[in-house]
């Protein structure tokens, strides 16, 4: 998960991770984002891209709140926090991590978030250009259940691709059990640090929250490894495009439903029949009857990408679609997008056409993702 940058009109309202001035010695190109002063790129988006595809990428996400979540008393956080997200919370394992979202009466998707049930807590990742409705959201209708913590003290970082692994058993080797949505603890020295085996680019990698005084000593020290390249967000998005992954403010919104984005899968059938949770109705009934739009993959016939904000067009010159993500694919070489597309449109290998500054360019329904995942899975 990530999200779109929000309008902002000074650089002196600007926050900075607890690694900006490692990314300012790094030559980092420095941008605002989220509200925060974060670099797009380092020796160049394809580079860092490839990366990430090919060996290692370490990326700052500090901008992404973390949030600890507890119970005023003995009650399951779990079960409580299944009244504002149709995953299966109640059912998540000891140190696992889970997908889901917080929905808003109508069903649109106020954020989606990464939910991990710890010891005695759950910890919430929430999009940073969400963060403060969120907590707001949260608070209103939970606020008398539930304590919510923001760990402003922890720096985020991601490392993802093959080779992450390798990079972090030099530090522990422990580090090698876990699996695909599991987390631990990683020990950097004396430092012991959470972490989990998550990401998004599609690749395998790992997430790790470093308190903020020890963060640019532990990371100086991971890439002391040449086979950890520094990335920016802009890599980061192409990677998490060519993985068919949602971005909030593009893909995902509280005008748009799970079903309708295609996240039907983050809803176990048990949430389906309890409904406890807003908007139950409106998705429950979509997942039923069908939904009148759905997200797509869409790749470009030519090689000019195809940006968001296109109209998608049938052969009768109508409006059917509009995307969503577009840019050029430096894995597959050609240019992909997403998209939400009238149903009867959606179909694979469907042709239309997409307009792109006045000109037509012609372009096909695809399966997502682009790029296969390669996840850990437990055995």
């Given at each position: 998960m990530t999200e779109r940058k929000p309008e902002i009109t000074s650089n002196n309202e600007l926050k900075k991770t607890a690694l900006y001035d490692l990314h300012v010695e790094l030559g980092g190109r420095l941008v605002p984002f989220a509200g925060y002063e974060l670099p797009i790129q380092y020796d160049g988006v394809i580079a860092e891209h490839r990366a990430a595809r090919e060996a290692a990428g370490l990326f700052d996400v500090s901008h992404m709140r973390i949030v600890d979540v507890s119970s005023m008393d003995s009650s399951d956080v779990g079960e409580t926090l299944e009244l504002i997200a149709p995953g299966g919370l109640i059912t998540l394992g000891h140190n696992r991590l889970r997908y889901s979202m917080l929905t808003n009466d109508t069903g649109g998707i106020v954020d989606d978030v990464i939910f991990t049930r710890m010891a005695n807590?759950?910890?919430?990742?929430?999009?940073?250009?969400?963060?403060?409705?969120?907590?707001?959201?949260?608070?209103?209708?939970?606020?008398?259940?539930?304590?919510?913590?923001?760990?402003?003290?922890?720096?985020?970082?991601?490392?993802?691709?093959?080779?992450?692994?390798?990079?972090?058993?030099?530090h522990d080797p422990a580090v090698a059990d876990l699996s695909?949505?599991?987390?631990?603890?990683?020990?950097?020295?004396?430092?012991?640090?959470?972490?989990?085996?998550?990401?998004?680019?599609?690749?395998?990698?790992?997430?790790?929250?470093?308190?903020?005084?020890?963060?640019?000593?532990?990371?100086?020290?991971?890439?002391?490894?040449?086979?950890?390249?520094?990335?920016?967000?802009?890599?980061?998005?192409?990677?998490?495009?060519?993985?068919?992954?949602?971005?909030?403010?593009?893909?995902?919104?509280?005008?748009?439903?799970?079903?309708?984005?295609?996240?039907?899968?983050?809803?176990?059938?048990?949430?389906r029949q309890d409904q406890r949770f807003p908007g139950a109705h409106t998705?429950?009934?979509?997942?039923?009857?069908?939904?009148?739009?759905?997200?797509?993959?869409?790749?470009?016939?030519?090689?000019?990408?195809?940006?968001?904000?296109?109209?998608?067009?049938?052969?009768?010159n109508q409006i059917v679609g509009l995307i969503t993500s577009g840019g050029y694919s430096p894995t597959t070489g050609k240019p992909i997008a997403m998209g939400y597309i009238d149903t009867p449109y959606a179909k694979e290998d469907n042709y239309l056409t997409a307009v792109v500054r006045g000109k037509q360019i012609g372009c096909t329904v695809a399966p997502l993702p682009f790029v296969q995942h390669r996840y850990k899975r437990s055995k």
């Amino acid at each position: 998960m990530t999200e779109r940058k929000p309008e902002i009109t000074s650089n002196n309202e600007l926050k900075k991770t607890a690694l900006y001035d490692l990314h300012v010695e790094l030559g980092g190109r420095l941008v605002p984002f989220a509200g925060y002063e974060l670099p797009i790129q380092y020796d160049g988006v394809i580079a860092e891209h490839r990366a990430a595809r090919e060996a290692a990428g370490l990326f700052d996400v500090s901008h992404m709140r973390i949030v600890d979540v507890s119970s005023m008393d003995s009650s399951d956080v779990g079960e409580t926090l299944e009244l504002i997200a149709p995953g299966g919370l109640i059912t998540l394992g000891h140190n696992r991590l889970r997908y889901s979202m917080l929905t808003n009466d109508t069903g649109g998707i106020v954020d989606d978030v990464i939910f991990t049930r710890m010891a005695n807590r759950f910890r919430l990742v929430l999009n940073a250009s969400r963060a403060e409705i969120d907590l707001k959201y949260l608070n209103a209708l939970l606020g008398d259940q539930l304590i919510f913590r923001p760990r402003q003290d922890l720096a985020l970082i991601s490392i993802q691709g093959p080779k992450a692994i390798s990079v972090l058993q030099q530090h522990d080797p422990a580090v090698a059990d876990l699996s695909f949505m599991e987390a631990g603890l990683i020990n950097f020295g004396e430092t012991e640090c959470d972490i989990s085996r998550s990401g998004y680019t599609g690749e395998d990698g790992f997430e790790i929250a470093i308190p903020n005084d020890e963060a640019e000593q532990i990371v100086r020290l991971l890439l002391l490894d040449e086979t950890l390249k520094p990335a920016g967000l802009g890599a980061r998005d192409t990677l998490r495009l060519e993985a068919g992954l949602c971005l909030y403010g593009n893909e995902l919104s509280e005008s748009t439903t799970p079903v309708e984005a295609n996240l039907s899968w983050t809803i176990p059938k048990r949430r389906r029949q309890d409904q406890r949770f807003p908007g139950a109705h409106t998705i429950c009934s979509q997942l039923e009857k069908g939904t009148d739009k759905t997200r797509v993959g869409v790749t470009a016939l030519g090689k000019r990408p195809i940006r968001d904000g296109a109209q998608l067009f049938n052969e009768n010159n109508q409006i059917v679609g509009l995307i969503t993500s577009g840019g050029y694919s430096p894995t597959t070489g050609k240019p992909i997008a997403m998209g939400y597309i009238d149903t009867p449109y959606a179909k694979e290998d469907n042709y239309l056409t997409a307009v792109v500054r006045g000109k037509q360019i012609g372009c096909t329904v695809a399966p997502l993702p682009f790029v296969q995942h390669r996840y850990k899975r437990s055995k």
